[in-house]
């Protein structure tokens, strides 16, 4: 099993807190088609021959470009990969995208999940972070897109930010739940070096988030959405029964998957790689047939620190069988007297040599995880 995610880096405007990579203008859409298509058709061998089971358009906007466009990158995907016919193919489209038009046209196209940036029902929460959508705007892409079919359909919350108080933050979580809403991403705001927002923050143009604001939102939203009925499967991530993103579950439980298009990662069970960021470096290199990106060759520890950071923050947890198998007993009995401490802390559970993290230690999961990281050989 195996995915392919599609990094499509065009966006209307630049949010100012986004470290993703994209610009703020769609002219150079006419160079880049070609080149992702000529990508395609170079990486056709990366995944071997394993079937292809979820693809996942993202960016950037992919929303922004023609429909005809996802169409005709999809039909190249389906022929030089083995995709399967049950394949869950992934569309993050932005409110301001979203018309009946639009939502049949990528219904035709094959798209049948989509991941809408709501980030907020709140309008003073969407000026702060320079988004150009309403909260109304949003509220009504999601009807439109539940009642247009995309029963597969999930949002995006961001969290922590100054102007969303606990009750506002309370009110967008009530309307996602009566919205019927299957699977809510949510992510405290974080200022990510080098963007707008760091900059305006450290100029004392513009308040940050606050961290304690957001632990307690978060504390929150495991408590509300758990009591609605939502399955809390990652960190970040919460669904109605049965109703995961498939793609993302993929790369958590470490199926290989191919990323194509600027600053796309891809990852085959024994080296990761990333593309070169940049639409022209990108588009240069790929036309000439020159390499497009950087290859690393994981080490056992590295190989064990991501199983650990990732498998940690998902329901289906780190286990201890899996780590004895992979990286043998040294690791194993490592990671078990490490993990001891989390479990007098309560901040892990254990269960038949399946840890999990607590609802408390979910608060501290990047840190849980590092503490039970081994030095880089
Ligand atoms: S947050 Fe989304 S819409 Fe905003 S700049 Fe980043 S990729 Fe574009």
Redesign the pocket.
């Known amino acids: 099993m195996a995915g392919i995610y599609l990094h499509i880096p065009f966006?209307?405007?630049?949010?100012p807190?986004?470290n993703?990579f994209?610009v703020?203008s769609i002219k150079a859409v006419e160079e880049f088609l070609p080149a992702l298509k000529k990508e395609i058709s170079l990486q056709q061998y990366y995944l071997g021959n394993q079937k292809i089971e979820t693809l996942y358009f993202g960016?950037?906007?992919p929303s922004l470009i023609k429909p005809s466009a996802i169409n005709r990158i999809l039909e190249q995907i389906q022929n030089s990969f083995a995709v399967e016919k049950t394949a869950e193919i992934t569309l993050e489209a932005?409110p301001d995208d979203i018309t009946v038009a639009s939502l049949e046209a990528w219904h035709n196209a094959g798209i049948n999940r989509l991941s809408i940036?709501v980030q907020s029902f709140n309008d003073a929460d969407l000026k702060y972070l320079?988004?150009i959508h309403s909260g109304a705007q949003a509220e009504k892409s999601v009807q439109l897109a539940l009642e247009h079919g995309f029963n597969h359909l999930s949002v995006d919350f961001i969290y922590g930010m100054p102007t969303l108080s606990d009750s506002a933050f309370a009110d967008n979580l009530e309307k996602a739940v009566s919205l019927q809403i299957p699977h809510i991403s949510a992510y405290a705001l974080t200022t990510e070096p080098k963007t707008a927002m760091d900059a305006m923050i450290r100029k004392q143009q513009m308040q940050g988030p606050d961290e304690e604001t957001a632990a307690s939102q978060f504390r929150y939203l495991m408590q509300y959405l758990g009591s609605r009925g939502y399955e809390h499967y990652e960190i970040s991530n919460f669904c109605l029964p049965g109703k995961y993103s498939r793609h993302n579950s993929s790369y958590w439980k470490g199926d290989h998957y191919l990323g194509l298009g600027p600053s796309a990662h891809s990852f085959n069970g024994i080296s990761r790689q990333w593309n070169v960021n940049g639409i022209s470096r990108y588009t240069s290199l790929v036309n000439a047939g020159e390499s497009h990106f950087e290859t690393e060759v994981l080490s056992p520890s590295q190989r064990y620190n991501e199983y650990v950071m990732v498998s940690l923050r998902t329901i289906w947890g780190t286990s201890l069988d899996h780590i004895k198998q992979e990286f043998g007993e040294g690791p194993a009995s490592y990671f078990k007297d490490l993990a001891s401490h989390f479990l007098i802390s309560k901040d892990m559970i254990e269960h038949d040599g399946i840890f999990t993290l607590s609802e408390n230690g979910k608060l501290f999961a990047d840190k849980i995880s590092s503490d039970l990281f081994l030095d880089n050989d």
């Open positions: 966006c209307k405007s630049k949010c807190y986004c993703f994209s703020a960016g950037g906007t932005n940036g320079g988004r």
